[in-house]
């Protein structure tokens, strides 16, 4: 067996850009500022904001060019005042290695926000799915690929 890659995806679960798009004109105050918070689900663990995924190693009794790594966790988004509602969750990769693929929930990652989650209801849990895609014929290595999370309402 073959190890591939030492891949510590550090997901990047702290979303300092978590922000409401736009505040409402007039004089109604703010809707409050919006939080991400990233919750592991059963089998996972988090330290902090990091889904260490450890190595990733190919079999060679299986008949694929790529190895893949499948990881879930649980995102809840709020607001600060409680106030409830939804949010468009967007996901980037932040320096990307060109020797993995990542996903969220089938989505393809690059350095561009792609649009995760255009209605995630603001106070519940939501479980995503995060595929890591490795080719066979990769070098061997660390790499640290820090995913970066937006949360956004039309408020």
Same mark, same amino acid.
């Given at each position: 067996?073959?190890t591939l890659l030492t891949l510590m995806?550090?997901?990047?679960?702290?979303?300092?850009?978590?922000?409401?798009?736009?505040?409402?004109?007039?004089?109604?105050?703010?809707?409050?500022?919006?939080?991400?918070?990233?919750?592991?689900?059963?089998?996972?663990?988090? !330290?902090?904001?990091?889904?260490?995924?450890?190595?990733?190693?190919h079999r060679g009794d299986e008949r694929?060019?790529?190895?893949?790594?499948?990881?879930?966790?649980?995102?809840?988004?709020?607001?600060?005042?409680?106030?409830?509602?939804?949010?468009?969750?967007?996901?980037?990769?932040?320096?990307?290695?060109?020797?993995?693929?990542?996903?969220?929930?089938?989505?393809?990652?690059?350095?561009?926000?792609?649009?995760?989650?255009?209605?995630?209801? !603001? @106070?519940?849990?939501?479980?995503?799915?995060?595929?890591?895609?490795?080719?066979?014929?990769?070098?061997?290595?660390?790499?640290?690929?820090?995913?970066?999370?937006?949360?956004?309402? @039309?408020?």
């Amino acid at each position: 067996m073959k190890t591939l890659l030492t891949l510590m995806l550090a997901v990047s679960l702290i979303a300092p850009s978590a922000r409401a798009a736009r505040r409402r004109a007039g004089g109604t105050p703010p809707p409050g500022d919006l939080t991400i918070t990233f919750v592991p689900m059963a089998g996972e663990s988090l !330290l902090g904001d990091t889904l260490d995924v450890g190595s990733v190693a190919h079999r060679g009794d299986e008949r694929r060019d790529v190895t893949k790594v499948t990881r879930t966790v649980g995102i809840r988004v709020t607001r600060t005042n409680g106030a409830k509602g939804v949010a468009a969750l967007r996901a980037w990769v932040e320096a990307p290695d060109a020797r993995v693929v990542l996903r969220v929930d089938g989505v393809v990652l690059n350095s561009v926000p792609r649009l995760i989650d255009s209605q995630a209801p !603001l @106070g519940a849990v939501i479980v995503h799915r995060i595929e890591i895609e490795v080719p066979v014929t990769a070098a061997e290595g660390a790499v640290l690929s820090s995913i970066r999370w937006e949360a956004t309402t @039309g408020d």
